[in-house]
């Protein structure tokens, strides 16, 4: 068989897969998007609306604030903890890797549970923590001023050990010999970790940053789990995708729903497309 | 600018059994430009890491200019290094690859600028210092590595086999340009190789090594006219020397039923037994006599000025062959070169001829 033959038989299951659960079902968001619950032709409607509904921008608001809190601890906290362990001894660094990956091997709902009773004051290990806060209660702890924080909390605790271990493959790729050459070069620890290892991993740090924020534009499990176990601490339209879900399956307007999913895909693929074109990231070659 | 001396050192890489570098023990002058050549695994790479603070030193002692380096980071022992694959910084331009272990000292950007636009000049890179290391050819790579070292104006140079990403013609053209340029720059250099002919035409001593274990250091001619044992015989030279079993008897050294005379200094230093004799291509002729080593030509390389015959000794000598290549090679003029297949006498050119004790290997001397 011919290597261009192959080459498409390999991708071709993804393909398939590609389309099936992500192309078609888009395609199917944009139709519903750009159309009246009696399937006419509305144009833009269903955005303006949207738009205007009270609970959207409040929605955008606090999935933004979750991002910035939760995106710039991602960059900080990963890429500083990954080139941290990079310089450590192999056998430590390894430790550390996995006591920092078992965090993801939880389900996304037992890690919310677990921080709902950590965050619980008079019955969390850190209750002392939480009483010198000034936090006697859930409601307290998850006051709406908090929910960014807790959430971002939450999906760093949960996530970032799957990050760690992305940015140490990428640090791991770096040859040897620049990294001895950085040594004789005069280079310390720090410097090296500046101004070598940190613009080689420049791309992976990219491709992280685009992952992170479509998978926290997306932000449904926390808030939605919280909400359930909390009653009315947290309210059930507290996130772009909760109110997608409240419109669609309280309200039966898909339609709304709908915009709500391409609003958020295009702001996701700006991002993607600004960090791309800002970072080569699909550039072959140094 | 520096001596260097390795005083005993060794290596030991943990979980082996042997000693990488076996207590080696080396002065090498200042100014000198000094070549480490072996066999891979012959512990030269391992011996100039530990110089540059690389790799630990297990026992021993590194000086360089007098002073013991053991206990001084890479950063602090004033060595630069020009690695196999350059290293170079990828994600740096040209300018900033010279210039980074002088931002890392801390010099002032002026005098970055200049130092590193006087490199650039001697190194012929003037037109290439935006460029990404991607961006240049082998050679300009090399040439970059080679900057790079230059522009820290270091006590020692130290390389580790600078030239063996580049292709045949411009190696040849390459050894020269450093040759000359370290000659120029009068810094202590150590070269790392496992070419021979780099090592003899660069080299102002060269330093053999086997085994983690070094065997001769010594300038280029007399490696050649003089190796120490038949490691080095066979190892300096191209083609390389050839190396036969034969029994020393009252007429001389006996080939198979071919009986070489032994000149008379070296007959009385050694006893009769079994010898490893050592013949360079140029030290064996063509007869036509009958009283020659009985042969069958099996390859003619042709060189122009020289040419070299490859040939299978006659059954009754054969297999007795001790260096890598089977083949007894002589180096004969082109014009007069037999054809392939063709049955010869080798006349050996008796005053040439170097013994060496079969077991240990040593030369055996007047």
């Known amino acids: 068989m011919r290597p261009r033959g192959s080459g498409y038989l390999f991708v071709a299951p993804y393909v398939v897969l590609l389309i099936a659960v992500g192309i078609y079902p888009v395609g199917y968001a944009i139709n519903l998007a750009l159309t009246t619950f009696t399937a006419h032709f509305a144009g833009l409607k269903n955005f303006v609306n949207v738009f205007h509904n009270p609970e959207f921008l409040p929605a955008l608001e606090n999935v933004a604030a979750f991002l910035a809190i939760w995106l710039t601890a991602l960059i900080v906290l990963v890429v500083g903890l990954s080139l941290m362990l990079h310089s450590m001894d192999k056998r430590i660094s390894a430790a550390f890797r996995f006591v920092l990956y078992l965090p993801a091997a939880l389900a996304g709902s037992a890690s919310v549970m677990l921080w709902l009773f950590m965050l619980q004051p008079g019955k969390s290990p850190w209750s002392f923590v939480l009483r010198w806060f000034g936090y006697h209660s859930l409601g307290d702890s998850l006051a709406p001023a908090h929910l960014p924080v807790v959430f971002a909390l939450i999906a760093f605790w949960s996530g970032a050990g799957s990050w760690i271990v992305v940015m140490y493959g990428a640090l791991a790729t770096i040859p ?16 090296t970790a500046i101004r070598v290892k940190l613009p080689l991993i420049k791309k992976w740090i990219a491709y992280m940053v685009i992952g992170a924020f479509a998978a926290g534009s997306q932000l449904f499990v926390e808030p939605e789990l919280i909400s359930e176990a909390t009653g009315s601490v947290v309210n059930q339209t507290w996130a772009p995708n909760q109110l997608a879900i409240y419109l669609s399956f309280r309200l039966d307007n898909f339609n709304y729903a709908a915009a709500i999913s391409i609003d958020l895909l295009v702001a996701a693929l700006i991002i993607a497309a600004v960090i791309l074109l800002r970072t080569g990231l699909f550039e072959t070659g140094h | 600018m520096a001596t260097v001396t390795y005083r005993g050192v060794s290596r030991i890489y943990p979980k082996a059994t042997t000693k990488a570098v076996n207590e080696l023990s080396l002065e090498i002058r200042d100014a000198e430009l000094i070549v480490l050549v072996g066999p891979s695994g012959c512990g030269k790479t391992t011996s100039l890491r530990m110089l540059a603070g690389l790799e630990p030193v297990d026992e021993g002692d590194i000086l360089v200019g007098g002073q013991s380096v053991l206990r001084l980071a890479p950063r602090q022992r004033d060595i630069a290094m020009v690695l196999q694959n350059y290293a170079l910084y ?38 290439y210092l935006d460029r990404k290391p991607s961006q240049l050819s082998g050679g300009q790579r090399q040439r970059v590595a080679m900057g790079r070292a230059i522009v820290r104006q270091p006590r020692v140079f130290l390389m580790d086999e600078p030239l063996s ?35 003899m035409t660069m080299g102002d001593r060269v330093a053999v090594l086997k085994d983690g274990v070094l065997q001769q250091v010594d300038v280029p001619g007399m490696l050649y006219e003089s190796p120490v044992n038949a490691f080095v015989a066979g190892f300096i030279g191209s083609p390389a020397m050839n190396l036969i079993e034969g029994t020393i008897g009252s007429g001389g050294v006996t080939i198979g039923s071919t009986v070489l005379p032994v000149p ?34 099996s390859l003619v390389e042709e060189l122009g000025a020289e040419a070299y015959i490859y040939a299978q000794l006659e059954h009754t000598v054969r297999g007795t062959m001790l260096g890598a290549v089977p083949d007894f090679v002589v180096r004969v003029d082109p014009k007069s070169a037999p ?19 079969v077991e240990s290997g040593v030369r055996i001397t007047a």
């Not at chain 1, 040897?176 to 410097?191: I, P, T, Y």
């Not at chain 2, 900033?96 to 190194?123: T, Y």
């Not at chain 2, 070296?266 to 064996?284: C, F, N």
């Open chain 2, 165 to 199: 990403n580049l292709d045949a013609k411009l190696r040849v053209a390459t050894r020269s340009e450093i040759a000359a340029l370290q000659r120029r720059l009068a810094v202590t250099t150590v070269y790392v190789t496992h070419d021979q002919v780099e090592a």
């Open chain 2, 264 to 297: 008379r200094p070296l007959m009385k230093a050694v006893g009769p037994g079994r010898v490893t004799v050592g013949l360079r291509p140029e030290a064996v002729g063509l007869a036509g006599d009958g009283a020659g080593i009985p042969a069958v030509v």
């Open chain 2, 339 to 357: 054809r392939v297949g063709s049955r010869i006498e080798l006349h050996v050119k008796g005053e040439s001829m170097l013994l060496f004790d």
């Open chain 1, 176 to 191: 040897e010999e620049v990294l001895e050459s950085a040594r004789l070069d005069g280079a310390g620890a720090w410097r």
């Open chain 2, 90 to 127: 990828p994600h740096m331009n040209v300018a900033d690859n010279l210039g980074f272990a002088l931002q890392i000292a801390k010099l002032k950007k002026a005098e970055i600028k200049a130092r590193v636009a006087e490199v650039a000049k001697i190194l012929d890179l003037e037109d």
